[in-house]
């Protein structure tokens, strides 16, 4: 059986110019990956805080999942998970299918991200 390469999605923090130096690059076809960026580790941690990080995992490798199944596999309530879900598709975490199907299309996510000391 031949090893499958993974799909994996980069979450970082990044500034604009970041994210344009990368645009660029594959612009000229340079090979970039799959990425998801933030302007601020406080808004990655404001969108992907604990139980949406709960419910990202859940969707890990899955395919296109009801909210129900996704709020059956975090167990809690669905009304919740499709706020939080709702919330993850408005930062463009997770996509949406014509289906109404929610994905998150990736087999493995890598986080990259510096945490610096704070300015006194």
């Not at 960026?37 to 805080?49: D, G, P």
Request: proline share 2%; hydrophobic share 45%; glycine share 6%.
């Amino acid at each position: 059986m031949e090893n499958e390469a993974l799909n994996v999605v980069k979450i970082s923090v990044s500034s604009i110019d970041d994210a344009n130096r990368r645009f660029e690059a594959a612009f000229r076809g340079e090979e970039q990956g799959s990425h998801i960026s933030f302007a601020s580790f406080e808004l990655l941690w404001r969108v992907l805080a604990p139980k949406r990080m709960e419910i990202v995992q859940a969707m890990t490798g899955a395919g296109p999942i009801a909210i129900r199944e996704v709020a059956r596999r975090v167990k809690r309530d669905v009304k919740a998970v499709h706020g939080d879900v709702q919330a993850l598709l408005k930062a463009g975490v997770v996509d949406k299918t014509d289906e109404g199907l929610v994905v998150f299309p990736y087999d493995s996510v890598h986080f990259d991200f510096v945490v610096e000391k704070a300015a006194s």
